[in-house]
């Protein structure tokens, strides 16, 4: 091996399911935060002046009762699971879209309420096999399944019902090829290992975590913004990453970018 970047990485050390499912959960609160602060202190944020958290738990409620409309499926009412990880998370995870984001919360706040009816489902990503195979997150019973969903909902009260608790049920009973372990490295050269602070899937622990695990190969590369994906998040970040991987120059320990202006 010459070089190699690790970008967004998951901690795949974490063993028990709890644990996984409260740093997920977490991370994503993060991100739903950082939001909240974004638009308190940006004027062009169309939710600016207001009390977004207030505005995005009346969202909750209506999704909740059935009375929240898909706004891309007219006359069809969007879950409150739905209206977490198809709009909320998405756009956290796709280059952190504040902006769209609250345009789209204001447009749905400002949406006739639907009359109580069945909500659509959206379907589990088609990365869900893959991540069965590389994760055993056993749970028990109901019980403790429901214990788990309180838990992440208390972690991220803003955000119930993320996507991976509905992907830890979908792999209950499936095989898993590449269960969780730590590391082993021994002798290999620098490997970047590159995170935004404020990732809302992989955090930035995970991150940190990993480099450790790498020893004296694992040089840490930190992206002082938002989103999940940080290799391309403005010249800071490429010019590191790229001056690594074709002139093999290994970034000092320690170094970070600062995050680009949204």
Known sequence: ??????ESVMDHSVQATGDFLQAEAA??????????????GAAHCAL???????????LLARAGRGELEDPAKPGISLSSSDLVNKIAFRKFYEAADY??????????????????????????PPATPVFCSDWHL???????????????NMT????????PIHMTAACLGAPTANPQHRLDVHGAPPILVSNALHDPATGYPWAVSVAR?????GVLLTYEG?????????????????????????????????????
């Open 156 to 163: 991220a009260p803003d955000l119930p019902y993320l996507l």
């Open 1 to 6: 091996m010459r070089a190699m970047v690790l």
């Open 99 to 124: 902006a769209g984001l609250a345009t789209a919360i204001a447009g749905m706040e400002a949406s006739k309420p639907l009359p109580a009816s069945p909500t659509s489902t959206a379907p589990l």
């Open 48 to 58: 600016h002046g207001r009390d977004v958290r207030a505005v995005w738990q009346g």
């Open 226 to 262: 938002h989103g999940h994906g940080s290799v391309t998040s403005g010249p800071c970040m490429e010019d590191a990453v790229d001056s690594y991987l074709t002139d093999l120059a290994v970034p000092p320990r320690g170094t970070s970018c600062p995050a680009v202006p949204t």
């Open 213 to 217: 695990q790498l020893g004296r190969s």
């Open 138 to 152: 056993p749970v028990r019973d109901y019980k403790e399944y429901a214990s788990l969903v309180a838990m992440m």
């Open 27 to 40: 991370t994503a609160e993060d991100s739903f935060q950082e939001f909240v602060k974004w638009c308190d």
